[in-house]
Every structure is written in C-alpha cells, then in structure tokens.
C-alpha cells in the first residue's frame, strides 16, 4: 500500500518541479530579452555575441530531457499499477476461485466449478477416475461422501443378490436391499450395462450425486467400479417410490392409498429438489427422467429425487437450449422435446405437471385400457383442469372425498400451467413451490399429529 501511495505522490512533485524549470527557463528568456533591449537603445561598439546564443538553449535542453525523462518513467509505472488492479479485480470477479460451500435456503450445492460432467467420455476412454488412477486423482477433485466399494462387499452385504432382498427392478437396473459392513441399510442398485451409453451414464450418475447435496434428493452413499460390474449405492427409502403407491398393481393389498396430506407434501418435496436443480446451481441441471419412480419415500413418507442417469447439465442462459437425443419415458416427456429434441428446464416442469396428474387422479400417463379419449393423462386432463366440476370429477376415488375442495382446485391451476403445450407458458419451480407452501402449512397445522398425514 505505501508503494501505491508514493506513485500517487509523484505527479505532485513532477507538477511542482516542472513548475520551477518554467520560470526559470521564463526568466532566462526575459533576461535575454532586456539584454537585447538595452543593447538597442545604448550603441556599443561590436562584441562577440555567439556566447549569449548557446547559453539559454543549453539551460533549457539541461532542464527538458530529466522532465521528459521522469515523465516516462511515470507513465510505466502507471500502466504497471493500473494492469495489477485489473488483474486483481478479474480474480475477484473469478467464481472459480472459491471452493466453499455455498448455502442456499434448505440446500447446499458446490459451486459450479466442481461439477465437470463434459469429462466423463474421455475420463471413461482413458480409465477415469473411479478405477483410482494417481493420474486422475491430481485432475478430479475427490468425490464427497461417496464410498469405493468392491464388488464382493456388495455381494455379501445383499447376501448375493438373493431374491429375498431385492426390492425394484427397471429398465436400467435392479436395485437390493442390503446392510453394510458398518451395519448401514442401503439400497443397491446394479446398473445394465449398455455399451458406452450405459458407462456414461453411471458415470454422470457418480459424479453429479456426489456433488450436489440437499435433503430432498437421494443421498449417494458410494459406488462400485470393479472390474465389469457397475453398482451404485443409496441411502435406504422403506416406503419405496411412488409409483409403488400410485400404481400397486399385484401388490395392491400389501400398499394404502396416500391421504390428501402426503399427496400434498410429496408435491411439495418434489418441486423443491426441482427447484434446486434449476435454479440454485449454476449451470442448472435437467433431470430428463422425472417420473414416479424416481421419487422415493422414507420412513415418514418425505419424498426424495433419484435415477439422475439422464440428467443434462442445462445452458448458462435462462431457459437456454440445449439439443440433444431424446431419452427419457414416454408420457412425461415435454412435447417440445419428444418433436425437436430441444431440452430445457421447462421440460422438467412438463414432467412435474404430469405427476401432479398422477396424484390428483390416481391414473398412469399412458394407459391403453381407458375408454377412447382417455388414453393419454395430459390430453384428458388439461380441458377439464379448469372447469371446478369436472376437477372434482377426475380426482383419485381412493382419496374418499377426504380433501380441501380449495386445496384442490388450487392444485388443478398448478398443474394446468405446468403441462402447457408451450414451454414459455409454464412457471419457475420456485413459483410452483411459493404456491404449495401455505398450502401445506395450513393443512399441517389443521392436524393434531404427524401421524394422521399418513393414511386415511
């Protein structure tokens, strides 16, 4: 700082210095003018006057060449302080300096420079580091609470995927119930694997989980990477995924429908993992496979997020495109995205809507076995979302009337918005979770315990 002070101090002296060599060169030129005056009107004989020539032009080239010297000097140092402010203002402007945790409301998320899913391809073409190279641990920052575990770890923790502790099967996995060495309950899930395509996938799925942190997505406990088999670890859900309790099928007997109130809160748990995807990391992210059965339920019925396989990291505009192949299920695809492949996070927003059908009404997305007109969920329900007799018409008979017709017309309107046909008429997510709000609060305060929001 003393440095900076004194640069600032020398125009002030350079002033006051070039100030003085003014008058004197000034009074050297009037000297010699009054010289010349005197000698006019006095006549003197001849005299050598070569001696009053050289005189005043060497006074004044002695005074000039140090003022210029200095000027010079002044201006280097200048440009020299005025490039270290610039380059210490870009720094500070830089996000990828910090390596903090960021806070942002109920969630925590890395900053953005941590997240570095466009690696993966050629992380997974020369080893990567989930096989534990010392090359990639110097370029990868080390994962977060996610455990490397071995594959006969895995096996003897499901007591070798027996049939008896496997608890979901889908078209990219099968997932078992399994207890840890440390005596954990976990749910792991063995990945198929599909070429390229399905490595990327478990990839992606590690990298990004092990990133963002928030309580209402399921939290990755580790991975396994041995050899061929691909296995990824969560954190146990007991009540299983929604579809489960949406769409019980044979094991209707052994399921309760949910109440009004959980129906409400898993609403409200979904849009808010959403909502921190979308708008509390930067770049966002885009799930792309938000359906029923990547909500799962704990304990208390809170629902949680899972199966990012297929998630996208979005563009750094808002609501700014991205094409890629379209992927995902059928029937909670935005229609904007199942014709052009142009993703964004409003496609989300589509898929959120179409959930917010399957809890009003109780119906699948895509059924076959409706009556003509019927077969497709947003196609039946958006006419009738806002006319309030066919709203109360179409919701779910297993709800027995036990419902706010407010709360429900309320929901309706959300999800109306939500399944529009054009991306730019639907709502944020956080507009979507500043309207369920009060309307969780004010059903959870009409109760007398937690244990009344469970079932009927």
């Known amino acids: 700082m003393s440095f900076y002070r004194n640069l600032h101090c020398i125009p002030f002296f350079l002033s006051i ?37 050289i005189l005043p032009s060497s006074s004044v080239l002695i005074i000039v060449i140090p003022i210029i010297i200095m000027f010079l000097l002044l201006a280097i140092l200048l440009i020299i302080v005025m490039l270290r402010r610039l ?63 071995t594959f006969k770890e895995l096996e003897m923790a499901t007591d070798k995927f027996s049939k008896e502790n496997l608890i979901g099967n889908g078209a990219y996995g099968v997932v078992y119930r399994g207890i840890l060495s440390d005596g954990t309950v976990a749910a792991i899930k063995m990945l198929h694997r599909e070429g390229r395509q399905g490595e990327r996938a478990f990839r992606l799925e590690v990298d990004l989980l092990s990133r963002l942190h928030c309580p209402y997505i399921a939290q990755l406990l580790g991975y396994c990477a041995d050899q061929n088999h691909r296995l990824l670890v ?22 309760r429908p949910l109440n009004w109130g959980i129906r409400l809160r898993i609403a409200l748990d979904c849009g808010r993992a959403l909502e921190y995807l979308h708008e509390h990391t930067i770049p966002s992210v885009i799930h792309r496979n ?3 059965s990547s909500i799962l339920l704990d304990q208390n019925f809170r629902a949680k997020l899972s199966g990012f396989g297929l998630a ?5 505009k808002v609501n700014g495109l991205i094409s890629t192949r379209v992927l995902g299920t059928t029937g909670y ?40 007109g019927e077969h497709v969920l947003v196609s039946w329900a958006l006419p009738r979302l806002t006319n309030r007799d066919k709203v109360e018409e179409m919701v779910d ?18 999800a109306a918005m939500c399944v529009q046909t054009e991306a730019d008429y639907r709502p944020l997510m956080t507009d979507v979770v500043q309207s369920l709000i009060p309307l969780v609060k004010n059903l959870s305060s009409a109760r007398s315990s937690s244990n009344s929001l469970r079932y009927n």
């Open 17 to 53: 210095s070039f100030g003085f060599a003014l008058m004197e060169t000034d009074t050297s030129t009037a000297s010699a003018t009054e010289n010349h005056t005197h000698n006019h009107h006095h006549i003197h004989p001849p005299q050598p006057h070569g001696h009053h020539d």
């Open 333 to 372: 695809l935005a229609p904007e995205y199942a014709s052009t492949g142009k993703l964004t996070t409003k496609s989300d927003v589509y898929s959120y809507g179409v959930i917010l059908l399957e809890l009003l009404t109780g119906r699948v997305p895509i059924d076959a076995n409706r009556p003509p």
């Open 234 to 255: 969560f954190e146990y859900m007991p009540n299983g995924s929604l579809q489960k309790h949406l769409q019980p099928g044979k094991n209707k007997s052994k399921t």
């Open 87 to 149: 380059q210490s203002a870009k720094c500070n402007r830089n996000p990828k300096s910090s390596k903090g945790v960021i806070n942002n409301s109920n969630c925590m998320f890395i900053d953005h420079s941590t997240i570095n899913i466009n690696s993966s391809p050629a992380e997974a073409k020369s080893g990567g580091c989930l096989y534990g190279t010392s090359s990639c641990r110097a370029q990868q920052p080390r994962l977060r609470n996610a455990q490397v575990f």
């Open 312 to 316: 996208k990291i979005g563009s750094d």
């Open 290 to 292: 938000f359906k029923c």
């Open 397 to 414: 008979p297993a709800l027995q009337g036990q419902y706010s017709n407010k709360d429900l017309i309320q929901v309706a309107a959300i």
